[in-house]
Each structure stands twice: as C-alpha cells, then as structure tokens.
C-alpha cells in the first residue's frame, strides 16, 4: 500500500556499505524505521543529506503493515531549515532533540497533535534569531502533555518542591529521592507558564539551566521504561549551557 505522509528524522545508522537504516515519526503512523539505498549519482531520488537528525520531510512509503523495515518510493524536504544546520548552538540543540525524541517516542503510534507540535517547535527555533536558550527546556516539558504525565502547576506556592514521581507541586519533602529543590521548582513553574515567544522573560544561569535540565530528564526516566542517559547532554551543557 502506498502513503504519504510527513515526517522527522530521529537517527541514522549505518546497515552496510551502501545502506542505512533510518528512524523516522511519521505524522501518519508514528514511529517508523527505513531501509534506505544510497545512491553515488548525483541524480539520485534519495539522498544522504535528507536524513540528518530532525530534518522535515515529505516521504511516498512502499508501507507493508508487518514489515519491521520500511522502504521509500520518494522523498523531498517538506520544510527546508534556514538556520537550524548552520548556526552551531541551534545545531547543539536539535542534535540534544533528536536524541531526546528517539527515547521518548520509543513505541509511539500515530499522533498528530504530537508530530504538529513537534514539527512546529522546530520551525519556531529555525526562525527565531534570539533568546531561545530555554528551548530546549519548555520543549521537553510540553511534550510530556502528549505523553500523559504533564505536571499539575495548580499546587505551586513559593517555596514548594517539585515531585518528579508524582509530577506535582509539594510542600512537605517526598520520602524518596526525586525531587527539585526550591529554586529550581519555581523556575519550572514559571516556564510552563510561559511559551517560546515568552520564555526569554525569565533568566536561568549556565548552572540553574543545566541542573533543571537534569531534573527533567530524570523526570522522564521515571514515567518512561528504560528511558537512558543521553550522550548529547554534556555537549549541550558546553555549548549552550
């Protein structure tokens, strides 16, 4: 059966000397793997360069329903970016997303409103030419509204701890581990309140930013299985801190 649909590229890998296997959401069907081709010639339908980590296409699939790999009749970039490759901290940022994504959309099904959200945060950075250096923090919080484990801000009073298990507000600590320490619980507060457009309103540190960035991520290790460390982390703490 032949589909069309969009989609993003989440990693690649290579299968042999003129192949790869390419990790894709779909706005059609979810997540989706591809065998995908090389071809050396210049003319070739299907190029290397369209499958770089969160690059927007419009794909014609060859779909076959228990097939674990997929092939592509045709591809052509739906949006082209024209700042995401080529500015090195947004760069930093979209490798740090598609790493994130590949984890939390580990066996995701279709879902539109999650692949229109996604597909357009990354337009909203690719255009924005200032002052997104919480993206990548309102990005991974928002998202967990799609997942189903979004956090209550109803509870928040200065001073509260943000449970990462219970994904809510607290005033007593937790009898567990996981929890945001005061500061970093009103910054979290404060940015859920916000959106891209507003988040520059409220100013992190290098270090609040990094150690809130932590705390998400085991946010999502907890509501998540096997959800792991991410090696593009420590760069984008250097980089983009």
Not at 36 to 46: K, T
Not at 113 to 121: A, F
Not at 131 to 156: C, D, K, Q, T, W
């Amino acid at each position: 059966m032949l589909i069309k649909t969009k989609a993003f590229v989440l990693r690649t890998v290579r299968f042999a000397d003129r192949k790869i296997i390419v990790d894709m959401f779909t706005r059609s069907h979810g997540r989706m793997s591809f065998l995908v081709p090389l071809s050396q010639s210049p003319r070739a339908a299907v190029k290397k360069q369209f499958f770089q980590p969160m690059t927007l296409l419009e794909l014609s699939v060859d779909f076959r329903p228990k097939a674990s790999l997929q092939r592509i009749k045709e591809v052509h970039l739906s949006t082209p970016y024209a700042s995401l490759p080529f500015e090195p901290h947004k760069l930093s940022i979209a490798f740090f997303v598609s790493e994130f994504l590949c984890h939390a959309l580990h066996s995701e099904q279709q879902n539109i409103p999650l692949y229109d959200y996604i597909e357009d945060s990354l337009l909203w950075l690719d255009s924005c030419a200032s002052r997104y250096a919480n993206f990548h923090i309102v990005f991974m919080m928002r998202l967990s509204r799609f997942l189903g484990f979004y956090p209550n801000i109803e509870g928040y009073e200065p001073g509260a701890l943000f449970d990462l298990q219970s994904a809510c507000f607290v005033h007593a600590l937790p009898p567990h581990r996981y929890y945001l320490q005061p500061g970093e619980s009103h910054a979290l507060c404060a940015l859920l309140r916000m959106d891209f457009a507003t988040m520059h309103l409220f100013r992190l540190s290098h270090d609040e930013r990094n150690l809130l960035v932590e705390g998400i991520l085991t946010f999502y290790r907890l509501h998540l299985p096997d959800f792991p460390e991410l090696r593009s982390l420590e760069v984008l703490k250097t980089i983009y801190g």
